[in-house]
């Protein structure tokens, strides 16, 4: 199968123009053969672009699938929303890439690590995650919780975001909350010296996680957009008998 690249951009050194008005980490997309294209976004931050430049995550979605269309859109410094710049915010960088044609079937958030700079309290962290997943809509959703432990206040902070998170995701039956937190916090080592970003070993532990939801999400995909079909049932009803009664007695 032959896959072409839309776009490739590296944070200060950009190798071709995002899509659109966003600027995207990867984009790649089979040849003309699929009958329904399903694309799959990874919408984060820096360490989105660090799985991807560091651990070639948009390189392996894009040959292993599922989704025929992969798009990768990472950014320093990136917001959840909540901001009117479009490359530092989510859903305006949603935006974006849906005014210039991207459709996504399906979505990947790895985004709040830089809200907890900022932000501090549940009160904050609703309308921003709730912003979000109003502009994704329906669509099945996997959001990677945060991790950030450069000082007391932010490490607090991502505590209290990450509870936040998984209580808005209760209320929303198509999001699927991975926690990320958990995994480095058993596995300290992935973590740079900034305690923000990665070592080249947590990129790729990212890279598998991101992979490895993208394969849920496309099973989610698959039966939101199955129809369900209930076969026909035909009754029989049994021909009418006649009882004769004999005559006299």
């Known amino acids: 199968m032959i896959r ?14 995002g899509v659109g008005a966003a600027h995207a980490a990867g984009a790649s997309s089979p040849s003309s053969g699929a009958a329904s294209p399903a ?65 996504p079937a399906a979505v990947i958030v790895g985004l709040g690590t830089n809200d ?3 932000l501090g309290t549940p009160g904050q962290y ?28 932010t490490k607090r902070r991502s505590r ?7 209580d808005v995701a209760l209320r929303h039956p198509n999001v699927t909350v991975v926690d990320w937190a958990g995994l480095v916090t058993s596995n300290p080592r992935l973590m740079a010296f900034d ?21 849920d999400l496309w099973t989610r995909h698959v039966a939101a957009t199955t129809p369900t079909t209930v076969p026909a049932t035909t009754t029989t009803v049994p021909d009418a008998t006649t009882t004769t009664v004999p005559a006299g007695g």
């Open 116 to 118: 907890v700079q900022f």
């Open 39 to 103: 694309t799959l976004l990874v919408l984060g931050d820096s360490l989105t672009w660090g799985a991807n430049y560091f651990a070639r995550l948009h390189e392996r979605l894009s040959t292993q699938g599922p989704f025929t269309i992969t798009i990768v859109d990472g950014w320093w410094s990136r917001r959840i929303g909540g901001i009117t710049s479009t490359k530092y915010s989510g859903v305006n960088t949603l935006r974006a890439l849906r005014k210039s044609g991207v459709s």
């Open 195 to 215: 305690k923000i970003h990665l070592q080249p070993g947590g990129y790729e532990a990212r890279s598998k996680v991101v992979i490895e939801a993208a394969g």
């Open 4 to 17: 072409r690249t839309l776009a490739v951009c590296i944070v200060a050194t950009c190798l071709v123009s």
């Open 160 to 166: 209290i975001f990450n509870r936040t998170l998984a």
């Open 126 to 153: 609703v309308p921003v995650i709730e912003e979000l997943l109003a502009e994704i809509g329906p669509l099945p959703v996997t959001w990677l919780n945060v991790h950030r432990v450069d000082t007391a206040t």
